[in-house]
């Protein structure tokens, strides 16, 4: 089993920026994608960002592309998302999600999230 842990919400001005960490622990996998997905109130689940392992491919929602960046550091089995210019659209609980495997040893594990907060 894997546990993710999301950490560095919290409150940011319109136009801030945030860190956020995902943490991954348990019996972790050597190839996987790691997604941050958001959810607003009121609003459907959207895909922020993802990184692959191995290979450290991103991709982006198109508006989040220039503001936002995924990264991985593998020593500390921990991803990153890298929030600028945070928009006051864009208050949401924020999600990782390692997804990958085949046959017998597919897995889809979420964290609890974190909150991020825009306001002035």
């Given at each position: 089993?894997?546990?993710?842990?999301?950490?560095?919400?919290?409150?940011?001005?319109?136009?801030?920026s945030?860190?956020?960490?995902?943490?991954?622990?348990?019996?972790?996998?050597?190839?996987?994608?790691?997604?941050?997905?958001?959810?607003?109130?009121?609003?459907?689940?959207?895909?922020?960002?993802?990184?692959?392992?191995?290979?450290?491919?991103?991709?982006?929602?198109?508006?989040?592309k220039?503001?936002?960046?995924?990264?991985?550091?593998?020593?500390?089995?921990?991803?990153?998302?890298?929030?600028?210019?945070?928009?006051?659209?864009?208050?949401?609980?924020?999600?990782?999600?390692?997804?990958?495997?085949?046959?017998?040893?597919?897995?889809?594990?979420?964290?609890?999230?974190?909150?991020?907060?825009?306001?002035?």
């Amino acid at each position: 089993q894997v546990q993710l842990v999301e950490s560095g919400g919290g409150l940011v001005q319109p136009g801030g920026s945030l860190r956020l960490s995902c943490a991954a622990s348990g019996l972790i996998f050597s190839s996987y994608v790691l997604n941050w997905y958001r959810q607003a109130p009121g609003k459907e689940r959207e895909l922020v960002a993802t990184i692959t392992t191995p290979g450290g491919k991103t991709t982006y929602a198109d508006s989040m592309k220039g503001r936002f960046t995924i990264s991985g550091d593998n020593a500390k089995n921990t991803v990153y998302l890298q929030m600028n210019s945070l928009k006051p659209e864009e208050p949401a609980m924020y999600y990782c999600n390692m997804r990958g495997g085949w046959g017998r040893a597919q897995f889809d594990y979420w964290g609890q999230g974190t909150q991020v907060t825009v306001s002035s």
